[in-house]
Structure formats: C-alpha cells, structure tokens
C-alpha cells in the first residue's frame, strides 16, 4: 500500500528565506509525483507536476526534484513571501491511477 | 473555463439523511476522483473512475457509493449520513492517468 509523507507538518520562516519542503513515498512503482497548493478554506492548485522519467521540474521561484529510486521528492521555494503562506500537499500517482496524498506542510512566512 | 465544479459548497444533513454530492468537469477527461479531508489527515481518496463506465475504490469508501454518469459527472452519494462523514469533499479529474490533476473547491458537510 503506497503510504506519502511530509515532513515537517508546519514550518515558519521569516520573508526573503529559501526553504525546501520534504515528501516520501513507499512504493517507486509511480506514474508522477504533483505538489499542490491549498489556502485556509479553498480548494487545491497545482503547482508542478513530474513524471516519474523526470528529475525536476522549476515554475517561476518554485523547484521540485524527484528522486523515484529512493522514494523522495522536495519543493524548493526561493525568496519566500508572505504570500506564499499556505498548506503545500504532495501526491503521488500510483500505476493503477490513483492519486495518494501526503498529510501536508503548512507554511507561514513573516514579513 | 469554468473547470472542476461542485455542488452544494456547504450543506447540513441529520444523522439518517441522504444526499448526492455532484461534480461536473468541462475539461473532456477521462478520470475523476472523490477525496475526503479531514483536519490531521490530508486528502483520503473515496472512489477513482478511471474512465465512463469504471469506478474503484479508495482508502475509505465505506459509506459512500458513486455513479459515473457520463465523461462529464462523477457523483458521490450517501444513503445515510452519520457525524462520522463530516468533512470537506473534495473532486478532482485528469485527462488521464498520469496527467496533471484538476481539484474542484469542495463541498464542507456537516452531520448532525
């Protein structure tokens, strides 16, 4: 059974930081890995997603790697802003289609 | 392009109740997918259809039943609410499988 984690739950950083944030995932056997965005009472946005031929993959300040074989992947956000606070979710696409989330790192940065 | 779209945004049943949460996606893809959140647990899928005419259950489908109407909608019903089942729902879909997903903005049910 594909089991993700996130770690840490909830970060804090001061505004200007770089951060990376941390997913796992059990089985390698994955079509693609998808970091998502949530604010307070909202839905879901996507923000980048890597097919498991891919190492990384970079949109404007974010950057996530993958590395299949060891079962991990992180977010890296540079230059963080205040508007960047948010719930950050990683999702891992099984083989058989499924889409299997992690738990979540809530981030808050301060100006 | 209105997407993935939900209805109701919020709704609050008694404990017995049943109800239908709907989701439509104008996007012409092929999966759509039920998902649960619940504070502490992230997002819990419920039922996967792969395509029209196939569904599959998730982590926790117990409760809860699905019909895949057409390419379009993907509905998820339960025949009778229990406080257990409060929590956001959640829909999503992707052009295929192992294509970027698309979430609707939720459906907050309350069972009392």
């Known amino acids: 059974k594909q089991e993700v984690t996130q770690i840490p739950a909830a970060l804090s950083v001061p505004e200007g930081e770089n951060l990376v944030l941390n997913c796992s995932f059990t089985?390698?056997?994955?079509?693609?890995l998808q970091w998502f965005r949530q604010d307070p009472g909202k839905g879901l946005t996507s923000l980048l997603l890597?097919?498991?031929?891919?190492r990384e993959q970079t949109s404007g300040r974010l950057n996530a790697s993958l590395d299949k074989s060891s079962g991990r992947s992180t977010l890296y956000i540079a230059a963080s802003q205040p508007g960047d606070s948010a719930t950050y979710l990683c999702?891992?696409?099984?083989?058989?289609?499924?889409?299997?989330f992690g738990q979540g790192t809530e981030l808050s940065v301060k100006p | 392009n209105a997407g993935v779209t939900q209805t109701p945004k919020f709704q609050v049943l008694k404990t017995g109740q049943s109800m239908t949460l709907q989701c439509a996606q104008d996007?012409?893809?092929?999966?759509m997918y039920w998902y649960r959140q619940d504070p502490g647990m992230g997002l819990r899928l419920i039922y996967y259809?792969?395509?029209?005419?196939?569904?599959d259950k998730g982590e926790v489908p117990n409760g809860y039943n699905v019909s895949r109407l057409n390419k379009r909608e993907f509905s998820l019903r339960l025949e009778s609410a229990a406080p257990s089942q409060t929590s956001v729902y959640f829909c999503?879909?992707?052009?295929?499988?192992?294509?970027?997903?698309?979430f609707g903005q939720g459906t907050r049910l309350t069972v009392v």
């Open positions: 890597i097919q498991s031929s891919q």
């Open positions: 259809s792969a395509s029209e005419g196939t569904t």
């Open positions: 996007m012409n893809h092929n999966s």
């Open positions: 999503a879909s992707s052009r295929k499988e192992n294509t970027e997903a698309f």
């Open positions: 089985d390698s056997a994955i079509y693609n």
């Open positions: 999702a891992v696409r099984n083989q058989g289609g499924k889409l299997i």
